[in-house]
């Protein structure tokens, strides 16, 4: 029979069974991973690179499960070179929130 803990961290959830542990990332830290390849999108990564370069550190694989959601949801690619960020928010949306009041 597993047994299945869940510990919160700061910056992900973990999911213990019995040989398996996943580590999911919280929104605070997929959002800090999106900033930093917004910063940076000029240049393919390698993935070294990134989590030397992040503001802080996450584990390995908590980077996976991040950018393999920004894979699926069409915002970087993975190359040769690296990872590369090539999300472009939609014209009307852009033109839609210029002429809001942000509360």
Do not use: C
């Amino acid at each position: 029979m597993a047994t299945k803990t869940v510990d919160f961290s700061e910056t992900e959830m973990i999911q213990k069974d019995d040989h398996k542990t996943m580590r999911y990332p919280n929104l605070n830290t997929v959002l800090m991973v999106e900033d930093f390849f917004k910063e940076h999108r000029d240049i393919p990564l390698k993935i070294a690179d990134i989590k030397k370069q992040l503001p802080k550190q996450i584990m390995h694989q908590t980077l996976q499960v991040i950018l393999e959601y920004l894979w699926k949801s069409g915002k970087i690619i993975y190359g040769p070179r690296g990872v590369q960020w090539i999300y472009s928010e939609p014209h009307h949306l852009r033109k839609m929130f210029e002429d809001t009041l942000e509360v």
